[in-house]
């Protein structure tokens, strides 16, 4: 069965403006939907990324530097992931389609390649 990773795209201040106790229901919201993926036996994995913190990896010149990141001035940032098991992309479009986290941002869906896929 294909592996699927649901990026959790948000804006930052979205969370920034949220009380404490607004913060824990919020947090209540995905505890749910975990625990359903879970019972139903497609979620394989995922982790909330820390905030604010981040390094991009560019080679120029020839050379590879590091620069902090994700950038402030960056409208969206990959707050966390999920990773499911679905037979498609229909069904884990279906799967994610009740996830709270599309109450706060977007959610990109990509099928993780199998590691014996020869290219194409």
Same mark, same amino acid.
């Given at each position: 069965?294909?592996?699927? #990773? ?6 930052? !201040? =979205? ?5 404490? &106790?607004?913060?824990?229901? /919020? ?29 991009? #990896? ?6 590879? !530097? =590091? ?5 402030? &001035?960056?409208?969206?940032? /990959? ?42």
């Amino acid at each position: 069965m294909p592996t699927y #990773l649901l990026f959790l795209h948000e804006d930052p !201040s =979205v969370f920034a403006r949220v009380s404490p &106790e607004e913060m824990q229901a /919020i947090i209540q919201k995905y505890s749910s939907w975990k625990q359903r993926m879970m019972e139903a036996g497609a979620l394989t994995g995922g982790e909330k990324l820390q905030d604010g913190t981040g390094r991009v #990896l560019r080679r120029t010149g020839g050379r590879a !530097s =590091v620069i902090d990141g994700p950038y402030t &001035e960056s409208k969206e940032v /990959i707050g966390g992931f999920f990773q499911i098991r679905a037979d498609n992309y229909e069904q884990a479009v279906r799967a994610a389609s009740d996830c709270p986290h599309l109450e706060y941002g977007t959610i990109e869906i990509r099928e993780v390649e199998p590691v014996n896929a020869s290219p194409t």
